[in-house]
């Protein structure tokens, strides 16, 4: 750990060759004339890629089974049967929502990555449980991860009573944002639901992140009526709709209409990418001057066994999915698991400026691009201005 | 390297623990009571999991930079862009295909890949400089790894006068397969393009492995055009389509009367799962009886600088794109670059059974599908009988 230091010789995505000089954990300065001060240490980079430290912007720490022994895997096709599944098998399993959101913490810092959004399940039936376990990992890795917790009712809100209730008290005792789920599809009752979402979101005046699975013209009407509340609560620059799968599926016109509105209303959106679903175009999202911006989603859970703590993996399969093959097309899958990620969830004093906070990995690769095909193993880790990880292991 | 060894305390995908001995590269005996003979070397297999050598079914190692300075992909959208890219680019750039294929290959074999098909580029520019180049390698690696080469007319055929001839010479140099692209949208006469293809396959007693990218309607019509020859000619189980786009797109009552007639004449499919594009449906496929397996296509080229030469990473990546979750799923994307892969390309000898070549891969994994998600370094393979890699390192 060091409160300030000297890095040099490390190279931009552009190509240009600067130091770095880091202070109380933040950028003092970067740039190729920035020169070592008497007494700091010095740092050689060896020439390595400098990349901000990344960031995860939707996954369910409090889920995982990462390090575990393997879970096998044998839950039905729908999203109700993994919801239950689930449920049932946190309950009677002595899965420790604790120990495992702190393991998979902590392989995320070891891979580069500095600031998680993640979603943590509140229900009836395990209550603030979760919760308390992700809020004790936040404490626990406070000097390294910056992390906002978002109170998600993964079994529906409306559909079981109290949960509105459990809601409220996790944002009380610290969840920094209000999730939401399938208003219609899972709550069964869009306008209800949403009311409930954006009253209990405007109480605490807390920011709203809303999974939504629903696709096609069911997906689209209820987005239409989130955006209605967003434009009459004020709430522009306040709101992410996580998957948005409807916007992958509807046709260009009625699609750039939503669009255009989502833009106006500065509401974010994310995608993990998922290579069998339909996906919100993102390059036409971009070019409407929306933020859209990518996570992991579940890594290794009862959902789904697939997915690592590696923003680089996720970039690698946001490219492949939207087939970016061009280098500056593979820059913009970077971006996703960077800066606009860092946009899209408030993550403040973020990126490789003087000012922001010193999150820094060094990575042996030619360029962006190639380090988000390739994935080598991070080289040095520096987060909130402490050395964390050299030559891939935690220091 | 040992003739002949006896592995024990390793574990069958079915949980079975079982011993292995192993005689003039030969699966000897496999099984719960396979007993050490007397002064053979042992070898203790750490309780590990055992799979089969992986197979590669659908590559182009002559056009990989594997290993090589980053290539700039700068290169336009569309098919023809990337030919004329790459056509050009290696004209150029001193790219050798002989110490690429043979880069590459190395790195397969760490992985545990034991079985490759390879396309070939033969073009009127080149001729068969590749082949030869892919030749050599083949040759250098024949101990371990059994390589079918593909002549490929990558630049066309009809379109290119002088490319039939070249691929009869290709065929006649050592070529296995009958490589050919697009007889439609790139060759610009379907009919004329697949009776050439035909005819030279026939004359040489050679199977077909295509290139169909021809997307719904065009594709589906080259396909039915390619069945009838098929039939009429008796070449069932020797024709390969690899990509098949087409499948994907079509509506399902036309999209059943092709897979019938595919699963009627035994021809396999082949499929890199692209998470960007339509892909024939698998488990239709399988359920129909049809043999569908896995490759990578090409490996950072000019082409994608995507994919790695690991096949538990492919099968991940099929498993994703076909949204495989359950553990007896998941063994489907491993069957596709294992045992499948093995059928579709004839590949001999291949499996865990007595009499089968001696090609075993141990990796510490839990079952089937954590390989397949966590790959894991390989801890040991054998290859022909030949311990080739210890702990993640060529020995």
Redo the contacts between chains.
Sequence with gaps: MAASFHLSNVRLADGQRVSVSVAGGRIEAIGPQVAPQPGVPAEDGGAALLLPGFVEGHTHLDKSNWGR??Y????GPLLTDRIGNEREWRKTSGHDSAAQSLALSRAFVQAGTTRIRTHVDVDTEAGLRYLEGVLGTRQTMRDVLDMQIVAFPQSGMLKRPGTVELLDRALAAGADVLGALDPALIDGDPVASLNATFELAQRHRKPIDIHLHEPGEIGAFTLRLLLDRVQALGMQGEVVVSHAFCLGDLADRERDVLLERIAQLRVALLTS?????AVPPLKICRDKGITIFGGNDGI?DT?????VPDMLERA??I?????L????D?AIAFDCVSEAAARGCHFADYGLHAGARADLVLVD???V??AV?ARPKRKLVVANGRFVVRDGELI
């Design positions: 022994p393997w096998r895997n044998e839950v990418a998922p290579p069998s679903r290794r959902w789904s066994p697939y997915g690698m399969l490219g492949m999915r939207y087939d093959r061009r280098d500056d593979i690769a030619q360029t691009a190639h095909v």
